[in-house]
């Protein structure tokens, strides 16, 4: 792996790290506002492409903003912007997980003629005015009644979710599949040390999305679009991917069995051969959802 650097448009210095090699695919890491470093090689994608993962300013090896302000979802837009003015692409594949992909969706309906290709990897369509709900969320989990920790986690999730409790590490296990609890549990115990929570906060701040507009721009993109669910993620549950994907002009909905938050995790095998199937499909095609 290399990194690189980059300025951004009001001077921050910004890092990006590559895997692999051929055609690049730009990364927009979730959290939001996590180092891209979870993102590793994402399931074996890298031996396909050659990823370019951002770390979003304030992040990973990315400098703080003179203006907090800046870590705003749609003020982020710039610095996609310059990465791929950086990067020498007249126009680009992008892929983002989770939250990033209100900043993909902002991007490419700001650039619509810089975007090739749009993978969106479980994400929940905040910018699109649709969130997980606490009751999509449940109904996930209530997937998971069979595994030996749900006795325990279910409750605490409910806590959490009701506002009346903080996060608890049992419960973690709800975010992956096919992973052992352990094994979630090491990756999860990561996510604190690079999410930088001030940046967090402002992400979503209000301004930063304008839903009817964004639909708008979105049922124009030409570009085809990739929506990957887990089928076992509440955040967002496949129905909320598939309606997400309706906003599109050429967008299809795909649900990863046995999938959590992290798919390329739960199935490496699954999510790299399905992602590149879509990146390399001939004439705009997509992959038949499922």
Known sequence: MSTGTFTAADGTELAYHVRGEGRPLVVLPGGPMRASAYLGDLGG???????????????????????????????????????RGHLGLDRMDLLAHSAGGSLAMLYAARHPERVSRLALITVTPWALGMPATPEGRLAAARLREGE????????????????TADFDPVFEPFFYGRLD????????????????????DAYFAEGAFDPPALR????????????????????PR????RRSAEVFLNATAVVQPDAG???????????????????????????SAE
């Open 261 to 287: 938050h992290y798919p390329w995790l739960d199935d490496p095998e699954w999510f790299a051969r399905r992602v590149v199937a879509f990146l390399d499909a001939d004439g705009g095609s997509l992959p």
């Open 181 to 200: 609890v352990a094994v979630a549990a090491k990756h999860s115990a990561l996510a604190d040390e690079q999410t930088n929570d001030e940046a967090a």
């Open 45 to 83: 994608l890298a031996a396909h492409r050659r990823l370019v993962l951002l770390d979003l300013r304030g992040t990973g090896d990315s400098a703080p903003p003179a203006d907090a302000g800046t870590y705003r979802c749609d003020r982020l837009v710039d610095d996609v912007e310059a990465l």
């Open 238 to 241: 496949p129905e909320l991917a």
């Open 216 to 235: 708008a721009a979105l049922g124009r993109l030409p570009a085809p679009v990739l929506v990957v669910a887990g089928e076992l993620d509440g955040g």
């Open 148 to 163: 030996p920790w749900f006795e325990d986690a279910f409750p605490a999730f409910q806590a959490w979710l009701a506002g």
